[in-house]
């Protein structure tokens, strides 16, 4: 499974003296693209589990056991991804629920 860096979350033009590099493609360290590339993450390992039981299905000549670690590094990625975004629904909840 891929590291998954978590770093800082900065608001506009202040940033910290000392930051740490940012792994990934995306230049741009919002929220919102972190976000969109852990997601993209997720999806790749779970296109390389698919790709991973096509082949085992298909009997062709496929390693059973990095098949399995691929499924299981989707299946982990992916339940790590829910609880993210059942901890931002309940964030976003019970900021609605605050009374202004």
């Known amino acids: 499974m891929a590291d998954f860096a978590i770093s800082a979350i900065t608001t506009g033009a202040v940033a910290p003296a000392t930051s ?18 852990m997601l993209g993450e997720v999806n790749d390992l779970q296109q390389k589990a698919q790709d991973a039981t096509v082949a085992l299905a298909a009997d062709r000549n496929v390693d059973t056991a990095q098949a ?33």
């Open 20 to 37: 740490t590099p940012r792994v990934g493609p995306s230049t741009d360290t919002g929220f919102g693209a972190t976000l969109n590339g």
């Open 68 to 100: 399995l670690v691929a499924i299981e590094k989707a299946n982990i990625s992916f339940q790590f991804a829910l609880q993210i975004r059942n901890k931002l629904l309940e964030a976003y909840q019970e900021v609605m629920r605050m009374q202004v």
